[in-house]
């Protein structure tokens, strides 16, 4: 746990389990609370939505927001991998919604070209492809 943390809740233990069982994948505040409630699992919404903030301010998930009509995700990270993560582009299905995440180097490259050529700095947490997923073409 990162030093900055005030104190380890059960809660935070339990929330901070189950994301280390899912690394990787994009969740929503509302799917871990969903997941936690079927599991029988006695854990507030706003107790989620709270520690999931608490994990993204201390470098262990990753917060992402897509657009004004999408719910936020998160993905675990590991405090140890935050600082040596690879750069990472979304794509979105404008038919079913999924969020595909994607590590690519030829858009590695696009992100390089960028700043080489036109002195813009790419945000990969905020850029996202709209298109139609293989199973919505």
Not at 28 to 54: N, P
Not at 111 to 133: I, S
Request: with cysteine; glycine share 8%.
């Amino acid at each position: 746990m990162n030093p900055r943390s005030k104190y380890k809740t059960k809660q935070l233990e339990i929330l901070l389990g189950y994301l280390e069982t899912i690394p990787g994948v994009h969740v929503s505040a509302s799917e871990v609370y969903a997941y936690f409630k079927s599991q029988g699992v006695a854990i507030g919404q706003s107790t989620v939505y709270r520690q999931l903030e608490r994990l993204v301010d201390e470098g262990i998930i990753n917060k992402y927001t897509v657009d004004a009509n999408s719910p936020a995700c998160f993905e675990y990270v590991g405090a140890e991998n935050h600082a040596k993560a690879k750069t990472c582009f979304h794509c979105k299905c404008e038919g079913c919604g999924k969020l595909i995440h994607l590590h690519c180097e030829d858009l590695e490259g696009v992100q390089a070209h960028l700043y080489d050529e036109h002195r813009f700095k790419l945000n990969p947490m905020r850029t996202v492809y709209y298109g139609l997923c293989d199973q919505c073409i």
